[in-house]
Protein backbone atom coordinates (compact mmCIF):
# COMPACT_ATOMS: atom_id res chain seq x y z
CA UNK A 1 0.00 0.00 0.00
CA UNK A 2 1.29 3.16 -0.50
CA UNK A 3 0.34 6.44 0.80
CA UNK A 4 0.03 10.15 -0.49
CA UNK A 5 2.88 12.71 0.49
CA UNK A 6 1.06 15.31 2.34
CA UNK A 7 1.54 18.83 0.73
CA UNK A 8 3.54 21.66 1.41
CA UNK A 9 2.73 24.97 0.11
CA UNK A 10 5.65 28.31 0.45
CA UNK A 11 4.79 31.11 -0.42
CA UNK A 12 7.88 33.41 -0.44
CA UNK A 13 7.98 37.11 -1.34
CA UNK A 14 7.73 40.49 -0.72
CA UNK A 15 10.91 43.11 0.88
CA UNK A 16 13.55 41.03 0.05
CA UNK A 17 15.39 42.31 3.61
CA UNK A 18 14.45 39.23 5.03
CA UNK A 19 15.77 36.78 2.29
CA UNK A 20 12.32 35.09 2.18
CA UNK A 21 13.96 32.29 -0.86
CA UNK A 22 17.07 31.61 1.05
CA UNK A 23 15.52 31.01 4.40
CA UNK A 24 12.11 29.18 3.04
CA UNK A 25 15.20 26.93 1.47
CA UNK A 26 16.89 25.84 4.62
CA UNK A 27 13.24 23.69 5.48
CA UNK A 28 12.77 22.51 1.98
CA UNK A 29 14.83 19.09 2.85
CA UNK A 30 12.83 19.26 6.37
CA UNK A 31 10.03 19.12 5.18
CA UNK A 32 10.62 16.48 2.61
CA UNK A 33 12.45 14.32 4.65
CA UNK A 34 9.27 14.48 6.45
CA UNK A 35 6.80 13.27 4.32
CA UNK A 36 6.00 16.40 2.30
CA UNK A 37 5.69 17.09 -1.80
CA UNK A 38 6.52 20.83 -1.48
CA UNK A 39 5.42 23.43 -3.96
CA UNK A 40 6.77 27.29 -4.38
CA UNK A 41 4.69 30.32 -4.83
CA UNK A 42 6.02 33.28 -5.92
CA UNK A 43 2.90 35.10 -5.99
CA UNK A 44 -0.26 35.75 -3.64
CA UNK A 45 -2.86 34.78 -6.20
CA UNK A 46 -2.21 31.06 -5.09
CA UNK A 47 -4.76 32.37 -2.22
CA UNK A 48 -7.40 32.83 -4.32
CA UNK A 49 -6.79 29.17 -6.00
CA UNK A 50 -9.64 27.27 -3.52
CA UNK A 51 -9.31 23.85 -4.90
CA UNK A 52 -5.04 24.32 -4.72
CA UNK A 53 -5.07 25.31 -1.20
CA UNK A 54 -7.81 23.06 -0.27
CA UNK A 55 -5.59 20.09 -1.20
CA UNK A 56 -2.57 21.78 0.82
CA UNK A 57 -1.97 20.53 4.02
CA UNK A 58 0.82 23.01 5.13
CA UNK A 59 1.24 26.60 3.95
CA UNK A 60 4.17 27.94 4.90
CA UNK A 61 4.47 32.18 4.51
CA UNK A 62 7.29 34.53 4.34
CA UNK A 63 5.70 37.57 2.48
CA UNK A 64 7.05 40.75 4.19
CA UNK A 65 5.10 43.99 3.97
CA UNK A 66 3.24 43.85 0.46
CA UNK A 67 -0.59 44.15 -0.05
CA UNK A 68 -3.00 41.41 -0.20
CA UNK A 69 -6.45 41.77 -1.90
CA UNK A 70 -9.82 41.23 -0.30
CA UNK A 71 -9.84 38.16 -2.51
CA UNK A 72 -6.91 36.21 -1.64
CA UNK A 73 -6.92 37.05 2.10
CA UNK A 74 -10.76 35.91 2.50
CA UNK A 75 -9.42 32.32 -0.07
CA UNK A 76 -6.55 32.00 2.97
CA UNK A 77 -8.49 32.56 5.72
CA UNK A 78 -11.17 30.16 4.36
CA UNK A 79 -8.79 27.49 3.76
CA UNK A 80 -7.08 27.92 6.99
CA UNK A 81 -10.84 27.34 8.49
CA UNK A 82 -11.25 24.39 7.06
CA UNK A 83 -8.32 22.60 8.16
CA UNK A 84 -5.20 23.74 6.03
CA UNK A 85 -1.93 24.64 8.56
CA UNK A 86 -0.65 28.05 8.58
CA UNK A 87 2.81 28.61 9.80
CA UNK A 88 5.64 31.34 9.46
CA UNK A 89 8.32 33.74 11.37
CA UNK A 90 9.44 37.07 11.72
CA UNK A 91 8.34 39.79 9.21
CA UNK A 92 7.35 37.04 7.07
CA UNK A 93 4.25 36.44 8.72
CA UNK A 94 3.54 39.28 11.12
CA UNK A 95 4.91 42.50 9.24
CA UNK A 96 2.80 41.06 5.87
CA UNK A 97 -0.01 43.22 4.58
CA UNK A 98 -0.03 45.90 7.14
CA UNK A 99 -3.25 47.05 8.32
CA UNK A 100 -5.09 44.46 7.12
CA UNK A 101 -7.39 43.32 9.81
CA UNK A 102 -8.81 40.31 8.87
CA UNK A 103 -5.32 38.93 8.04
CA UNK A 104 -4.33 40.05 11.61
CA UNK A 105 -7.37 38.16 12.76
CA UNK A 106 -5.84 34.55 11.26
CA UNK A 107 -2.66 35.01 12.50
CA UNK A 108 -3.36 36.19 16.23
CA UNK A 109 -0.19 39.94 16.25
CA UNK A 110 0.87 42.17 14.12
CA UNK A 111 4.29 43.82 14.16
CA UNK A 112 4.54 47.45 15.40
CA UNK A 113 8.40 48.19 15.91
CA UNK A 114 11.65 47.42 16.90
CA UNK A 115 14.66 48.73 18.22
CA UNK A 116 17.11 48.94 15.69
CA UNK A 117 19.66 46.84 14.99
CA UNK A 118 20.26 43.54 16.60
CA UNK A 119 20.74 42.96 20.09
CA UNK A 120 21.30 39.79 22.44
CA UNK A 121 17.97 39.03 24.75
CA UNK A 122 16.86 35.67 26.00
CA UNK A 123 14.03 33.92 24.61
CA UNK A 124 11.91 32.27 27.82
CA UNK A 125 9.80 29.49 27.25
CA UNK A 126 6.50 29.35 29.02
CA UNK A 127 6.46 27.44 32.42
CA UNK A 128 2.85 26.94 31.79
CA UNK A 129 2.83 25.21 28.00
CA UNK A 130 6.11 22.89 28.75
CA UNK A 131 4.64 20.07 27.52
CA UNK A 132 2.99 21.65 24.43
CA UNK A 133 4.96 19.78 21.57
CA UNK A 134 6.73 22.79 20.01
CA UNK A 135 8.58 23.19 22.98
CA UNK A 136 9.00 20.31 24.91
CA UNK A 137 12.04 19.27 26.59
CA UNK A 138 13.70 22.70 25.38
CA UNK A 139 15.06 25.28 27.69
CA UNK A 140 15.40 29.05 27.97
CA UNK A 141 17.92 30.58 25.04
CA UNK A 142 19.55 33.32 23.80
CA UNK A 143 19.51 34.95 20.20
CA UNK A 144 21.42 38.03 18.73
CA UNK A 145 19.03 39.33 15.92
CA UNK A 146 15.70 41.77 15.87
CA UNK A 147 13.59 41.69 19.13
CA UNK A 148 9.96 42.61 17.70
CA UNK A 149 7.53 44.57 19.66
CA UNK A 150 4.10 43.35 18.66
CA UNK A 151 0.35 43.73 19.18
CA UNK A 152 -1.60 40.83 19.92
CA UNK A 153 -5.06 39.11 20.58
CA UNK A 154 -5.67 37.32 23.52
CA UNK A 155 -6.29 33.94 21.71
CA UNK A 156 -3.46 32.76 21.08
CA UNK A 157 -1.26 29.99 22.99
CA UNK A 158 1.41 32.10 23.83
CA UNK A 159 4.78 29.53 24.17
CA UNK A 160 7.77 31.48 24.32
CA UNK A 161 8.31 35.99 25.12
CA UNK A 162 11.32 38.38 24.89
CA UNK A 163 11.61 40.88 27.53
CA UNK A 164 12.36 44.79 26.73
CA UNK A 165 13.77 46.43 29.85
CA UNK A 166 12.63 49.72 31.43
CA UNK A 167 13.50 52.45 29.10
CA UNK A 168 14.27 50.50 25.97
CA UNK A 169 10.55 51.01 24.44
CA UNK A 170 8.71 53.09 28.03
CA UNK A 171 9.32 53.18 31.45
CA UNK A 172 8.29 49.20 32.26
CA UNK A 173 9.34 45.81 31.86
CA UNK A 174 7.25 44.25 28.82
CA UNK A 175 7.44 40.62 28.19
CA UNK A 176 6.32 40.71 24.85
CA UNK A 177 5.14 37.61 22.71
CA UNK A 178 7.69 36.03 20.52
CA UNK A 179 6.17 32.46 19.99
CA UNK A 180 2.63 31.38 19.94
CA UNK A 181 0.33 29.06 18.11
CA UNK A 182 -3.62 29.43 17.79
CA UNK A 183 -6.79 27.55 15.72
CA UNK A 184 -8.60 28.76 13.52
CA UNK A 185 -11.64 26.87 12.73
CA UNK A 186 -10.08 23.29 12.52
CA UNK A 187 -7.34 24.83 11.38
CA UNK A 188 -3.85 25.91 12.63
CA UNK A 189 -1.55 28.49 13.01
CA UNK A 190 2.08 28.64 14.11
CA UNK A 191 4.05 32.00 14.62
CA UNK A 192 7.59 32.60 15.59
CA UNK A 193 9.23 36.24 15.58
CA UNK A 194 12.37 35.37 15.48
CA UNK A 195 13.93 34.88 12.28
CA UNK A 196 15.41 38.12 10.19
CA UNK A 197 18.27 36.31 8.70
CA UNK A 198 19.74 33.19 7.99
CA UNK A 199 21.85 32.12 10.89
CA UNK A 200 18.99 32.95 13.53
CA UNK A 201 18.48 29.13 12.50
CA UNK A 202 21.56 28.19 13.35
CA UNK A 203 20.63 28.63 17.26
CA UNK A 204 19.48 24.73 18.15
CA UNK A 205 16.50 25.86 19.79
CA UNK A 206 15.43 28.23 17.11
CA UNK A 207 15.85 25.88 14.56
CA UNK A 208 13.92 22.89 16.66
CA UNK A 209 10.83 25.43 17.62
CA UNK A 210 10.39 26.28 14.03
CA UNK A 211 10.70 22.75 12.84
CA UNK A 212 7.97 21.71 15.11
CA UNK A 213 5.95 24.80 14.54
CA UNK A 214 5.33 23.60 10.73
CA UNK A 215 4.84 20.35 11.84
CA UNK A 216 2.07 20.95 14.74
CA UNK A 217 0.26 23.72 12.43
CA UNK A 218 0.48 21.00 9.35
CA UNK A 219 -3.30 19.18 8.88
Wanted: charged share 20%; proline share 5%.
Amino acid sequence: MTTDPKRALIVRGGWPGHEPVAITDLFVPFLEDSGYRVEISDTLAVYADAGRLAATDLIVQCWTMGEITREQCEGLAAAVRAGTGLAGWHGGIVDAFRGDVEYTLLTGGQFLMHPSGFSDHSVTLSASRADHPVIAGLGDFRVHTEKYWMATDGDIDLLATTEFAPGERGPHAVAMPAVWTRTVGVGRVFVSTIGHKPDDFDVPEVRTITERGLLWASR
